[in-house]
């Protein structure tokens, strides 16, 4: 049986005979249509989710983390989460935890004071800005447990003297620095 089989496969493969019936002369070629309708993923896509900025001695867990923050954020700030049920709830609620509060000046020419309370619970972030007779800014950051405290003096017309300090849980950064505008 298999000799008579292969005997029949070889004489079809030199006779040229078809049994499709089918006339290559006539058949119009196949066209595959582009897909413009799945989004495609670029290079820039990637790189707001992946960091490019792994440190050798990272941990798995700590890039693993980020990539999970980074993917989460970027799919939250969509517009079409923006717009969803869920994104106007979350929006309306860290308008609620915003609050400024003025002290006016006692004479026309004294000193408004200003201070400006936000917490932004969904991205684990609390901030105190004051404006007066300086500047300053104190930032905690929940997630990186970390806290900065900024001083800002204008000591001339175009110049900010800025005492800052960073710290979290591994080091301490105090800096002193001079601050041009033009």
């Known amino acids: 049986m298999r000799l008579f089989v292969s005997c029949l496969l ?60 980074r993917g989460f954020n970027l799919w939250f700030n969509s517009e079409f989460m923006k717009n969803s049920a869920l994104g106007r709830a979350v929006e309306e609620t860290q308008e609620k935890l915003k609050t400024d509060v003025v002290v006016p000046a006692s004479t026309p020419h004294g000193i408004v004071h200003k201070f400006s309370f936000r917490v932004e619970a969904f991205q684990a972030l609390a901030k105190m800005e004051y404006s007066g007779w300086l500047k300053a800014a104190i930032n905690y950051d929940a997630k990186a447990s970390e806290t900065d405290i900024q001083f800002k003096d204008k000591v001339l017309d175009n110049k900010d003297l800025i005492v800052s300090h960073k710290a979290n849980k591994e080091q301490g950064l105090s800096m002193i620095g001079l601050a041009w505008s033009w």
């Open 10 to 69: 070889f004489m079809m493969t030199f006779s040229g005979a078809c049994w499709a019936k089918v006339d290559l002369r006539t058949t119009k070629p196949l066209v595959i249509p582009e897909d413009k309708v799945t989004p495609k993923i670029t290079k820039e896509d990637v790189a707001k989710i992946i960091p490019l900025d792994i440190k050798k001695n990272e941990s798995t867990g700590s890039v693993m983390s980020r990539i999970a923050d």
